[in-house]
């Protein structure tokens, strides 16, 4: 089983700022097969980027992804009130798939 | 419009057996695998399993082997995960999803004596 890692457990930054969120794999993630989701909550996580780098129907573009192997990152160029939440980096390129911890990003 | 509708929450005791449901619309059922996800209050989200509506073939996460059962009926195009055995750490919201596009509203489920 793929086990996920990320870091920073909370992040703590203001609206405007730029936010970089890293999730490291225990082994290779096959084909970058890793999404990044943001929960709010109450909610069902949402969908923000797929194969390490896509971005999802309706994301803005100030979310972006990066990464390859066993590190991979997500970026949020600059935040706006509505993305503070946790987010979630998650691999499904192995039969069992697997979740990191979850960021929390909260306002400074 | 692709839609995965849970069915609701659920009270349980401590050894009982707690079986959801979801039914999906807006998609060819057979066309990809349905998972299912716990979230216990205020942690983080931890995959159980899933099946391939094609063949009932599944693979479960070794936390919950021998307890989680997912099934898909093709006739109503609806996925199920029954969990037995429940405990108290078993309180949890749990999620359908097609990883990594679409998820289900969330069913909770409390174990409690």
């Known amino acids: 089983e793929i086990v996920l890692t990320q870091s920073p457990g909370t992040l703590s930054l203001s609206p405007g700022e730029r936010a970089t969120l890293s999730c490291r794999a225990s082994?290779?993630?096959?084909?970058?097969?890793l999404a990044w989701y943001q929960q709010k909550p109450g909610q069902a996580p949402r969908l923000l980027i797929y194969?390490?780098?896509s971005r999802a129907t309706g994301i803005p573009d100030r979310f972006s992804g990066s990464g390859s192997g066993t590190d991979f990152t997500l970026t949020i160029s600059r935040l706006e009130p509505e993305d503070f939440a946790v987010y979630y980096c998650?691999?499904?390129?192995?039969?069992?798939?697997?979740f990191g911890q979850g960021t929390k990003l909260e306002i400074k | 419009e692709v839609q995965l509708v849970q069915s609701g929450a659920e009270v349980k005791k401590p050894g009982a057996t707690v079986k959801i449901s979801c039914k999906v619309s807006?998609?060819?059922?057979?066309?990809?695998?349905m998972h299912w996800v716990q979230q216990a209050p205020g942690k983080g989200l931890e995959w159980m399993g899933l099946?391939?509506?094609?063949?009932?073939?599944?693979i479960y996460a070794e936390k919950f082997q021998g307890r989680v059962t997912i099934t898909a009926d093709t006739s109503t195009d609806t996925a199920y995960m029954e969990l037995s055995s429940l405990r108290s750490e078993d309180t949890a919201v749990y999620y359908c999803?097609?990883?990594?596009?679409?998820w289900g509203q969330g069913t909770l489920v409390t174990v409690s004596s």
């Open positions: 807006g998609y060819t059922f057979t066309d990809y695998y």
């Open positions: 082994q290779s993630v096959s084909s970058s097969y």
């Open positions: 999803a097609t990883l990594p596009s679409h």
């Open positions: 194969g390490a780098s």
């Open positions: 998650q691999q499904y390129g192995s039969s069992r798939y697997s």
């Open positions: 099946v391939d509506p094609e063949d009932g073939e599944t």
